[in-house]
């Protein structure tokens, strides 16, 4: 039974970063881990996902190039490094697992992960 705690999140002026942490337990080898958001009245969204045995970080286009998915196997953490921030990634954050293969653009869908955390709150003004 996998269970994800994130942390980190709080209030940022634009331009500024952030560093959100997942701390997962309960995991097996090689699971896909991934970094949603979620503002009011708004669907979910994919930022990014990583798979903890290894390989390249998947994000949405939106993100690219400011934020950055990265993994401490050793502590069991995920981390989401958000730099540049700017007001319309106010949101709650969370991190989720999959325990199934996910590839492609099915890493960015929530419907793949079937773990999820209970969110960290980041608002940029």
């Known amino acids: 039974h996998v269970q994800l705690v994130e942390s980190g999140g709080g209030s940022v002026q634009a331009g500024g970063s952030l560093r959100l942490s997942c701390q997962v337990s309960?995991?097996?080898?090689?699971?896909?881990m991934g970094w949603f958001r979620q503002a009011p009245g708004k669907e979910r969204e994919g930022i990014g996902s990583?798979?903890?045995?290894?390989?390249?970080?998947y994000y949405t286009d939106s993100v690219q190039g400011r934020f950055t998915i990265s993994k401490d196997n050793a502590k069991n953490t995920l981390y989401l490094q958000m730099n540049s921030l700017k007001p319309e990634d106010t949101a709650m954050y969370y991190c989720?697992?999959?325990?199934?293969?996910?590839?492609?653009?099915?890493?960015?869908?929530?419907?793949?992960?079937?773990?999820w955390g209970q969110g960290t709150q980041v608002t940029v003004s």
């Open positions: 989720a697992a999959a325990t199934s293969y996910v590839t492609g653009a099915w890493r960015l869908r929530p419907s793949s992960y079937n773990y």
């Open positions: 309960g995991y097996k080898f090689g699971i896909c």
């Open positions: 990583l798979y903890t045995g290894g390989g390249s970080a």
